[in-house]
């Protein structure tokens, strides 16, 4: 390269800097660098009323796990706090699945469309997925409560002679996230599914494949990268899930989202509210990792 | 003699039928919520007839109306100022050949869309608190930068891509005949990245617009958006003017989408 070649280049690596500059700041500030503080505060002490103060403890760190038993003063786990986390990467888990069970038909479906009535379908599954979560929570909840529609429905063509209780029950907040998180799976299905050389499963058909083994030894293997990246896309706002279990959870069954927003609440611990945020990221980071692994591995193979 | 060639070979036998479930059960709680909003009688499963009077309750409501009005500043707000710092980061890293630190910005780009969004709000939490004592300064501020914040990896996507779909030979012909650096970007790359700039500022709108969880944990008092305000509403008893609201915030969701999908439509 000669020296005026270098130049430029340099000049453009430090325009590209001066012009992501603004947008890192406002992360930083705003995104990244609280993340930072929250570390920090999870090695304090809780103030009286909520807030913390500036001494460092260990005691927040040891909540997530322990906790000392109320009447010898030992200290033995917080099976409160694990059953929560279990519950949530259980939740979580079944709600990937049930997901991809439902999602998967649909994305195919969308994708064998004529190059039109595609586009058409394909809108229908995004609108859900940019309107708010909240409305849609609302939205289902109106149909499963005691007095909702689905009760009323069944009620009155006297398949049921009481409602169904599900409002506040583990099979409410999984019909709930289903509904929520769906559109999540079907988009990145549906975008492998698209690329799929449909010309694969007549040779597979040629070959005296089944469809079941068309389907098990051809399509889920070469749509695997859409099948992880979806699952990662449910999974991870499932476990952080708020608002959702917030409404068809009640009180009762809390998920970490809730559990963390109560220390910070009526719990007035904030340092522990803080290490179980550390906890939740420390988790999702993995299963980041995971994916990011098995797709660059995915990368070399294909 | 009959060919057997009458099945479609992409054809997975039961898929119609569980898409068109799958369709059914997406739409038909949004469609029972909208039609509820227009109930005559107060309850949300009993039907009494057509009404607006649920519309009527909701925007006589002092509440509402400060909600509606926070919404629509912090969503502008969050929207122009998240756009602005999206393009600028999308001219800074397209079209121009790959240095270090590039996936560094990427990663920093798109890591509000990696972390949950409860653990967000609490850091956001607990920086606020700490700015709002010491400074005494709590206005909409706060929300606007944080919902910025996140709305950045939601405005950059489409510009970025729009960028993409452009190439430099307008900008070279431009700069060869005697245009400045800034009077390149002002007459040639700007009007050609416009409608990405515009879908991306739909999309943060929208996006600032549905959040819940951050508004909840950042806002001080009387600062309550559409969604913190509904939120609020489920512990007392779930009132029809809730639906009228959804309705309409749902109503406003489906015409940026739409201008959003016009505006990214026919691009080669």
């Known amino acids: 390269m000669s020296p005026a ?298 | 003699m009959a060919r057997r060639r009458d099945f479609a070979v992409n054809d997975l036998p039961g898929a119609t039928l569980i898409s068109m479930l799958v369709f059914i059960g997406l739409y038909a709680p949004i469609l029972v919520l909208i039609v509820y909003s227009f109930n005559a009688g107060d309850s949300v499963a009993k039907w009494q007839g057509w009404s607006l009077d649920w519309y009527r309750t909701a925007w006589a409501n002092d509440e509402v109306k400060a909600a509606t009005w926070v919404s629509l500043v912090v969503a502008t707000g969050a929207a122009v100022l998240s756009t602005a710092l999206a393009t600028m980061a999308a001219l800074g890293t397209t079209r121009r050949p790959a240095f270090r630190g590039q996936t560094f910005i990427y990663v920093m780009i798109n890591q509000p869309l990696m972390v949950p969004e409860i653990v967000t709000a609490v850091a956001l939490l607990l920086v606020t608190a700490a700015i709002k004592k010491a400074t005494g300064y709590s206005g909409l501020g706060y929300l606007i930068v944080a919902h910025a914040a996140f709305c950045i990896p939601f405005a950059y996507l489409p510009i970025r891509a729009r960028l993409e779909g452009m190439d430099l030979t307008l900008e070279t012909a431009a700069s060869d005949l005697y245009a400045s650096r800034w009077q390149t970007f002002r007459r040639v790359t700007l009007p050609l990245l416009m409608p990405g700039i515009l879908a991306g500022a739909m999309l943060a709108f929208v996006t600032s617009l549905d959040d819940v969880v951050i508004t909840e944990f950042i806002k001080s008092p009387g600062q309550d958006t559409l969604p913190t305000y509904m939120l609020g509403q489920l512990r007392r008893a779930m009132k029809p003017d809730v639906n009228a609201i959804s309705t309409l915030l749902l109503a406003l969701t489906l015409v940026l989408l739409s201008a959003f999908f016009l505006l990214t439509r026919n691009r080669k």
Request: charged share 15%.
């Open chain 1, 5 to 302: 070649e270098e130049t430029a280049v340099r000049d453009q690596v430090r325009s590209a800097w001066y012009l992501s500059a603004p947008a890192l700041a406002v992360l930083t500030l705003a995104a990244v660098g609280p993340l930072l503080i929250v570390l920090v505060y999870s090695f304090l002490t809780p103030g009286t009323h909520g807030n913390i103060e500036w001494i460092f403890s260990l005691e927040g760190w040891r909540g997530v796990l322990f906790e000392y038993d109320i009447f010898d003063d030992t200290l033995k786990l917080a099976d409160g706090n694990l059953t929560i986390f279990w519950r949530s990467v259980k939740l979580s888990f079944v709600t990937t699945v049930l997901t991809f069970i439902v999602g998967f038909p649909t994305a195919w479906f969308i994708a064998t469309r004529p190059t039109k009535a595609r586009a058409a379908w394909l809108f229908l599954i995004t609108i859900p997925f940019w309107t708010n979560l909240l409305i849609r929570t609302f939205a289902i909840n109106q149909i499963i409560r005691n007095e909702g529609v689905l009760n009323t429905l069944l009620l009155k063509a006297g398949v049921i002679s009481t409602p169904i209780q599900l409002t506040y029950t583990d099979t409410a907040l999984l019909i709930g996230m289903v509904y929520v998180y769906l559109p999540l799976m079907v988009l990145p299905l549906f975008a492998t599914i698209d690329r799929f050389d449909m010309r694969l499963l007549e040779a597979g058909y040629d070959l005296y494949a089944s469809r079941w083994q068309v389907l098990r030894r051809v399509i889920l293997p070469i749509i695997k990268p859409g099948i992880i990246a979806g699952s990662i896309l449910v999974f991870i706002p499932c476990l952080g899930a708020y608002v959702t279990p917030r409404i068809l959870g009640g009180g009762k069954n809390m998920m970490i989202g809730n559990f963390i927003e109560l220390q910070f609440g009526q719990g007035k611990n904030w340092p522990l509210g803080a290490a179980l945020s550390v906890a939740l990221l420390v988790i999702v980071t993995i299963a980041l990792l995971v994916y990011v692994r098995t797709i660059s591995g995915e990368r070399k193979n294909g």
